[in-house]
């Protein structure tokens, strides 16, 4: 089974073929440095960018791989949540393709792909808890079997990627913001004081646009008084929130749900805070811990391929439910 599948949500363009569920035969990915000079995705500038890679890497993709599209058996493409304009670029063309050739396309949730990234290197063992963290979600899932998901909880305000991004750019450091912060976290000690937001304590929920605003506020501060601020030791102390709220929530749940596996999934599960820290607390739990290696972390077509076969063979138009 050779699927062909195409990635368009927010800034990257991404076409990758997938057989059987596994192996990538190539997984092309275009990122837009565009948005870089505006600290952020310009939604339009995305979509028009969109437009003008897509046919060039599909033609890359299928040269790469050897392959033509009779080579291919079906096409999964994301379908949603993300940037509407840009979703339609991805959408279409793998519709055209579809139409062309007729072949099947799968319409994929964005979210189950950067889940399933996590099948690429490894299987999964159920039930499992999987913290799902990016640009634009923060969400605990529970997984019983293949292509079932139940959302435990997920951020009330920003998504953790979102609030590494506008640190990042109010302190102007670049973008995007998490890696620069991981880095600079790394040579920093966590000495300034920043609220570490639990919610309830039985709540799956997150909220980081407190601790976001506190270390706007801190920085602002200190430039107001001409008092020197330690950027590394700034983000470090923003980092340890960020990781300390992830990983206790994490833990609950996976307690509470008695699972064999959690996995961490999407562009902060790149976070070497977050990795080592989680790591040690699993360690501690007996669970097994998967993420994804750092190139498959962010977005890339080859992590809806595998989440599309899933879904298809499952047979399933997908349940995603909310637990109360
Ligand atoms: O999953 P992704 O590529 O796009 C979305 O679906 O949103 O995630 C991108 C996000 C950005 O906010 C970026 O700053 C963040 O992932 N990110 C990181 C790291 N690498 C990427 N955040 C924290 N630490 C990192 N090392
Ligand atoms: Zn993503």
Redesign the pocket.
């Known amino acids: 089974m050779r699927i062909l599948a195409i990635e368009s949500?927010?800034d990257?363009t991404s076409v990758a073929i997938i057989e059987d569920g596994k192996k990538v035969l190539t997984n092309v990915v275009y990122t837009q440095a565009i948005h870089q000079k505006y600290g952020g995705v310009v939604p339009e500038v995305a979509s028009r960018r969109h437009i003008e890679k897509i046919t060039l890497v599909l033609d890359e993709a299928m040269k790469e791989a050897g392959l033509t599209y009779n080579d291919i058996d079906k096409i999964a493409v994301t379908s949603e949540p993300g940037l509407i304009g840009s979703l339609m670029v991805g959408v279409n063309a793998a519709k055209t393709i579809g139409l062309a050739y007729n072949k099947p396309v799968i319409m994929v949730n964005?979210i189950y792909g950067?889940i399933y990234a996590n099948y690429l290197e490894h299987d999964f063992i159920f039930p499992l808890i999987a913290l799902v963290v990016?640009?634009?979600?923060t969400e605990l899932v529970l997984m019983k079997k293949h292509f079932d998901f139940t959302v435990l909880g997920q951020t009330l305000d920003d998504?953790?990627?979102?609030a590494?991004?506008k640190v990042a750019r109010v302190v102007e450091v670049g973008y995007?913001?998490?890696?620069i912060?991981?880095k600079m976290a790394k040579t920093g000690k966590a000495i300034y004081p920043l609220p570490h937001i639990k919610l309830a304590k039985d709540s799956f929920d997150f909220s980081f646009s407190g601790l976001k605003s506190a270390v706007i506020n801190l920085y602002n501060k200190y430039k107001a008084q001409n008092l020197t601020l330690n950027y590394n030791d700034l983000a470090a102390s923003f980092q340890d929130a960020v990781v300390d709220v992830l990983v206790s929530k994490t833990k609950m749940a996976a307690q509470k749900y008695q699972a064999k596996q959690v996995l961490i999934a999407?562009?902060?599960a790149?976070?070497?805070g977050l990795r080592a820290r989680m790591q040690d607390e699993m360690d501690k739990m007996g669970i097994i811990l998967t993420y994804p290696t750092i190139k498959n972390?962010?977005?890339n077509a080859a992590m809806i391929g595998v989440a599309g076969y899933f879904q298809d063979k499952e047979k399933l138009s997908s349940i995603y439910t909310t637990s109360n």
């Not at 998504?159 to 979102?162: F, K, L, Q």
């Open positions: 949500s927010c990257e964005h950067h990016s640009g634009g979600h998504a953790v990627g979102e590494y991004d995007p913001g998490g890696p912060l991981d999407g562009g902060v790149a976070n070497s972390c962010t977005d």
